[in-house]
């Protein structure tokens, strides 16, 4: 019984301490958590209480209460994140914006300032909520820009989901004492982040970028596109946060009554909008070209780039789009966009739920209790307004903002979103067929397979084609058919990371893998130089960098790969590609 009870508590403070660290516990539960652990050796070390075989087992059962006890009473509070992490950072000279002055910080090495939490707009709460966002308010002296805005509203998973998946999914999780919190979420997110060179310029390409997670989820200051690897090489680059889930996309026909322009799903795009008008109107004096800006959007920040690329009210707001890993121009967009009649009756049954009649009331409930309907309430709404038609009909009658697009995706796409929904050879053929009904046996005879492997890799490979790879297939024949230049590349390389799981190609293009990573290796930073380069000179000169041997394809049939090799290659999925015209009636 001593040996079982040695066990149990060995496992009881393994779990703790394990729950502690991976749930960013505060330091005060670290020091209750010891000091009980060393309360109870003694106890036992002395056999206080621990004569008998009941007391050592309600002793086993306390010490656990406690450890709950201490998990809870040491939750990690909320917190907005710092842009530096040094004790005493560098300031920058003051910057003049229309609504006032700023103050950044100089990040470490010298080569590139921060200004983090500008705010672009008015916060959208109160009677603000789901409705154009309004000019920011003026400030009288010098803001600080040295700590990142809360992140736009949005449910969030325990911290210690969050650590299992950068366990799991990115195999970079550090132990840390300086992260013992939760990045705070707020309605009050409309603000931005500026990434420039250090010292005095003037017309610096720009690139303004906006995050993904699927209209739900993210934030704009995520290491991995960080605008720090662009401003370190001469570019200036601008994230936004900007409404999401239920807060940026719900439609409903009172809001479309109520608004001049009877506009009514799209506030998320309104948002970046008005980052990009801000963007027009300031980044000159931060060294900026306001006629030199590319627009680029990874996920579900690529669709709204697609979308404000056929926007009547983004023209002129931008030379050029860079699209990573989404589109919305197939003639049935797999994901992050319907209708206008299917969007406000979702809104109207949302409102059924809530037991409420007028928008009024729905904008007198708390934000908390209305954010788990991001999943019900996060794509973007064909309203008249906004887009006055679908992105793939407005292509198809020659709108288009942009002069250049640079876009594409990555091998292994669907990755995360089939973790849990493998195939094997008992169902891939059911998969199949109820994804492509009538046309399932030439899928099937494209892609067969003979045993389970074969059957998960056909499987994520046709996933990964249909939700990403060919809406960026349909994309570029539109763009040339309108005779817009368009780079389109395929991201093969693995690593020890995320590999090319979707988003995997970003801390390449941005120039920001870790310089102490042992995640990457140098054919890893070498390709990333080779990425972040081109991306940049696209943003110059709306071309990538020629040396590469990246051209456009006439015929949209060949691609730009970046992995252990790099040069054109043919598209690898173009039959199953004819099948998907097919299926969609692509004309």
Same mark, same amino acid.
């Given at each position: ?10 496992? &009881? ?29 003694? #106890? ?92 920011? @308010? ?19 998973? #325990?911290?210690?989901? @969050? ?5 799991? !999914? ?17 309605? @009050? ?10 010292? /005095? ?25 960080? !605008? ?39 506030? !998320?795009?309104?948002?970046? &909008?008005?980052? #990009? ?34 926007? @009547? ?58 954010? /788990? ?27 288009? /903002?942009? *002069?250049?697009?640079?876009? !594409? ?19 891939? *053929? *059911? ?44 994309? /570029? ?93 043919? *598209?690898?999925? #173009? ?13």
């Amino acid at each position: 019984m001593r040996i079982f009870g040695t066990i149990c508590i060995a496992l &009881i403070s393994i779990l703790a301490g394990a729950v502690l660290e991976l749930n960013k516990n505060t330091l005060f539960g670290w020091g209750m958590f010891l000091y009980a652990l060393a309360v109870l050796i003694f #106890l036992c070390a002395r056999h206080i209480f621990t004569q008998h075989v009941w007391q050592r087992a309600l002793l086993i059962i306390g010490y656990a209460g406690v450890c709950v006890l201490i998990v809870i009473a040491s939750w990690p509070p909320m917190k907005q994140v710092k842009a530096y992490d040094t004790k005493q950072p560098q300031r920058t000279e003051v910057v003049s914006t229309d609504k006032g002055d700023v103050r950044g910080i100089v990040l470490n090495g010298e080569k590139a300032e921060l200004f983090a939490g500008i705010p672009y707009a008015k916060p959208p709460v109160g009677e603000l909520r789901w409705k154009k966002p309004q000019d920011a @308010d003026s400030w009288e002296g010098i803001r600080e820009c040295d700590t990142f805005a809360s992140m736009s509203m949005q449910a969030r998973n #325990l911290p210690a989901y @969050d650590s299992l998946a950068q366990i799991i !999914g990115y195999h970079d999780y550090q132990i840390r004492f300086d992260d013992q919190y939760r990045e705070a979420v707020s309605e @009050d997110s409309l603000y931005l982040n500026v990434w420039r060179p250090a010292g /005095n310029h003037e017309k610096l390409p720009v690139i303004v970028y906006i995050h993904g997670g699927s209209l739900q989820t993210g934030q704009p200051w995520y290491a991995d596109y960080s !605008g720090r690897g662009f401003a370190e090489k001469g570019v200036i680059c601008v994230n936004m946060g900007y409404r999401l889930g239920v807060f940026g996309f719900m439609a409903n026909e009172q809001l479309a009554a109520e608004d001049p322009d009877h506009t009514t799903g799209n506030y !998320g795009l309104l948002d970046q &909008i008005k980052a #990009l008008e801000w963007v027009r109107d300031n980044i000159a004096a931060f060294g900026g070209d306001p006629d030199n800006v590319t627009l680029a959007g990874e996920s579900a920040g690529s669709v709204c780039v697609d979308a404000l690329c056929v926007s @009547d009210l983004a023209r002129g707001l931008f030379k050029r789009a860079i699209l990573e890993s989404s589109t919305v121009s197939s003639v049935i967009p797999p994901h992050s966009y319907r209708l206008y009649d299917e969007a406000v009756s979702s809104g109207n049954d949302l409102m059924k739920r809530y037991g409420v009649s007028t928008i009024e009331e729905l904008r007198a409930l708390p934000a908390e209790k209305l954010v /788990n309907e991001q999943n019900t309430q996060h794509h973007i709404t064909i309203d008249g307004y906004v887009l006055k038609d679908t992105p793939y009909k407005l292509r198809t009658a020659g709108v288009h /903002n942009e *002069e250049a697009i640079l876009h !594409g995706y990555n091998a292994e796409e669907s990755g995360p979103f089939i973790l849990f929904s493998h195939a094997n050879l008992k169902n891939y *053929e *059911e998969k199949v067929r109820r994804s492509f009904g009538e046309y399932a046996d030439e899928v099937l005879k494209l892609y067969p397979a003979a045993t389970d492997e074969e059957a998960d890799e056909a499987w994520a490979r046709i996933y990964g084609a249909v939700f990403f790879n060919y809406s960026h297939y349909c994309l /570029n024949r539109l763009e040339t058919e309108n005779g817009v230049p368009a780079y389109e590349y395929l991201f093969s390389k693995t690593n020890g990371r995320l590999g090319c799981w979707h988003s995997g190609e970003l801390v390449y293009a941005f120039g920001n893998i870790p310089t102490s990573s042992k995640l990457y290796d140098e054919a890893d930073r070498s390709l990333s130089t080779l990425m972040n380069d081109c991306w940049i000179a696209f943003a110059k000169n709306s071309t990538p960098d020629q040396s590469t041997g990246w051209r456009m394809s006439a015929d949209s049939d060949e691609v730009m790969e970046f992995g252990e090799q790099t040069g054109m290659i043919k *598209e690898p999925d #173009l039959a199953l590609y004819e099948i998907l015209d097919r299926m969609q009636g692509w004309d």
